[in-house]
């Protein structure tokens, strides 16, 4: 942890149990869309993602502006940029050409639909008038680049110019009217469903991380932050779960979202404190790795597991797992080496006279390690 006795924020340190909270997440998603909906909480898995998000970004920008004393809004859009754009493109590409090919147990896809893909509006499929849109999960992307190119520029021009505590306020005050929002539209949609995917109504996910990002952020000294203790942990942890028990749909498209990316802050904050068992186990090499290729992971899996069913139609549940999972790493594996360590050193040397992003230390050599 960076020295309390420095008012500033240190360089952002490499957290590997972030790392590893990004495989915990990873690996949810992956086991609802191999047939487990109905046990896992595949959605929670994208909120976790989307905290982490918030989170992360938000703490960089922090950094840069009491480091250099300025946030660079091109050398933020940038960096997304280099690190969004070629993995997705690849990959919509990949699964463009296999689904071409007849190779892919999916729905009949539209121009109209893939074009909202590339565009980062699938998640307003009634813009397109279609949903036919290939094996590549990007709702939740859209609603994260919706967010970066919003959010930086709110921090210059305000969140960045109020006292943390404030700057948190106000955050939480936007929560509370896209919660607002979410009731409305559960009582007057006829598919208040769509609260899922909206932008507009699922960003207060990523502002709940941006709030831990902003205040009581134990990356940042000069916040001295909350250390939670195991038992508020537990008690957020009960509060989370309480929300995947209840099944009354007015709740789960309007409260739930709320209090699950709320009680997220008391174990993120307790991670980012902590060294316990919890803490060693998400650093743990195998996590990690997966957490490392976790944005490979998360665009590729869905292409891959309707590629092993068109392959094998009988093939369910942990066996769809077992073979899905190695062929998905596999592209991870390539996509990382051929396509974002090159981005990742792009990156770094066009952006050389800003605070780095931070890197994983694999094999005695430095590695990038994306921060959102």
Same mark, same amino acid.
């Given at each position: ?18 790392? %590893?909270?990004?495989a915990? !997440?990873? #690996? ?8 487990? $909906? ?8 994208? @909120? ?9 970004? @938000? ?6 502006r009491?480091?250099?004393? +300025?946030?660079?809004? *091109? !050398? ?19 699964s ?11 729905? @009949? ?11 980062? #509006?699938?998640n ?5 008038? @279609?949903?036919?849109? &290939?094996?590549? *999960? ?28 404030? +700057? ?10 896209? &919660? ?11 598919? *208040?469903?769509?609260?899922? $995917? ?10 709940? %991380? ?39 749909p007015?709740?789960?498209? $309007? ?8 009680? &997220? ?31 490979s992971?998360?665009? +590729? ?5 309707? #590629? ?8 369910t549940?942990?066996?769809?797992m077992? +073979? ?13 080496? #051929? ?8 990156? =770094? ?13 694999? %094999?005695? =050599? ?7």
């Amino acid at each position: 942890m960076p020295d309390p006795g420095d008012p500033r924020p240190a360089a952002m340190p490499y957290l590997p149990q972030l790392d %590893g909270v990004r495989a915990l !997440a990873i #690996l949810i998603v992956f086991a609802a869309h191999c047939g487990y $909906s109905h046990v896992v909480p595949g959605g929670f898995g994208v @909120t976790v993602f989307f905290f982490l998000s918030g989170y992360l970004i @938000t703490t960089l920008l922090r950094i840069e502006r009491a480091r250099v004393g +300025a946030v660079s809004l *091109p !050398a933020f859009y940038l960096r997304r940029t280099l690190r969004i754009l070629p993995p997705m493109y690849l990959t919509l590409l990949a699964s463009g050409a296999l689904y071409a090919a007849g190779l892919l147990d999916w729905m @009949t896809v539209e121009p109209a639909a893939v074009l909202g893909q590339a565009t980062f #509006l699938t998640n307003y499929p009634g813009l397109f008038g @279609t949903e036919a849109v &290939l094996p590549v *999960p990007l709702w939740s992307l859209a609603i994260e680049e919706h967010f970066y190119l919003v959010f930086p520029l709110a921090y210059v021009v305000w969140l960045g110019r109020l006292r943390p505590r404030r +700057a948190a306020l106000a955050c939480l005050g936007i929560c509370a009217a896209v &919660l607002a929002l979410r009731g409305l539209n559960v009582w007057r949609l006829p598919d *208040p469903g769509l609260n899922y $995917s909206w932008t507009h109504t699922r960003i207060d996910a990523i502002l709940f %991380g941006c709030c831990l990002g902003l205040w009581n952020n134990p990356v940042i000294p000069a916040d001295r932050a909350w250390r939670p203790r195991a038992w508020h942990v537990a008690a957020s942890l009960a509060v989370i779960l309480g929300t995947l028990a209840v099944r009354d749909p007015a709740f789960r498209e $309007s409260l739930r979202y709320t209090l699950q990316s709320a009680a &997220l802050f008391v174990p993120f904050a307790y991670l980012l404190h902590e060294d316990g068992w919890g803490v060693r186990w998400l650093a743990s090499r195998p996590m990690r790795q997966l957490g490392l290729w976790s944005y490979s992971f998360y665009l +590729a899996h869905m292409t891959v597991v309707a #590629l092993v069913r068109h392959l094998d139609p009988g093939l369910t549940g942990v066996g769809l797992m077992l +073979a899905a999972f190695p062929v998905t790493l596999l592209w991870c594996w390539g996509m990382y080496g #051929l396509v974002e360590r090159p981005c990742a050193r792009l990156r =770094r040397r066009l952006l050389a006279d800003r605070p780095p992003e931070p890197a994983l230390a694999e %094999g005695g =050599r430095r590695a990038g390690v994306t921060p959102a």
